[in-house]
């Protein structure tokens, strides 16, 4: 205890600082990231189960997706920048180099870390949607009706999407109800994994004289 007293006596005031502002900042990234795994707080907010939004069904790009999605700045990546902006100064320093070279060098850490904490941030939410079917380019598509359809509520329907067969959930436009095995047409999206439908009129097969 009494070298540790010792040995941050002999710190430069500047250097004391980046110590403990570092020590500041590595609490608040710490519990961001523990939060992040735990999927506390995260950028993604699923909608409430009684909440029907009407989803347009034009989907961007892919290079749109990236854009939009990966964020430079955001809590995480500022206080990435900051934790080892701090840590790096106060090493630095501690190593008796120039003030403005060792703050330089902490300025490249600290941008480094942002930009590499912003993209594995982004590479996450782009591994959680990976497999997930773009619902919108399913309007229009056939499938049964895998559960009921209650009259005015809810069913689930099976239908390819993107090439995979996969099961929504799904109602009626009309409010009927629809027994399992009828043959449906998507014609709305109405959140991430829910659907209008109406019964499949398809014209009548001509038979050949």
């Not at 710490?30 to 347009?56: F, K, N, R, S």
């Not at 964020?71 to 934790?83: E, H, Q, Y």
């Not at 629809?178 to 001509?206: I, M, S, W």
Request: glycine share 8%.
């Amino acid at each position: 205890m009494q070298s540790l007293t010792v040995w941050w006596a002999g710190l430069q005031p500047m250097n004391q600082w980046f110590y403990v502002a570092a020590a500041f900042f590595s609490v608040f990234f710490l519990v961001q990231l523990v939060m992040a795994i735990a999927g506390v707080g995260g950028t993604e907010t699923e909608l409430d189960a009684h909440v029907e939004p009407t989803w347009t069904h034009d989907t961007p790009s892919d290079a749109g997706e990236t854009l939009l999605t990966f964020k430079l700045l955001s809590v995480r990546s500022i206080l990435a920048f900051f934790t080892l902006f701090t840590w790096a100064g106060a090493l630095y320093m501690n190593q008796h180099l120039p003030v403005a070279r060792a703050l330089s060098y902490a300025l490249i850490w600290g941008l480094a870390a942002m930009v590499i904490v912003s993209l594995v941030f982004h590479l996450m939410r782009r591994m959680a949607t990976t497999g997930n079917q773009r619902i919108g380019t399913c309007v229009g598509n056939v499938g049964m009706v895998y559960l009921d359809i209650a009259p005015r509520g809810q069913g689930e329907i099976r239908m390819p999407c993107s090439g995979i067969m996969t099961h929504f959930k799904a109602r009626m436009a009309d409010g009927a109800g629809v027994a399992a095995g009828a043959t449906v047409k998507v014609t709305r999206v109405l959140g991430p994994n829910c659907v209008e439908v109406e019964l499949d009129q398809k014209p009548p097969v001509k038979k050949e004289s």
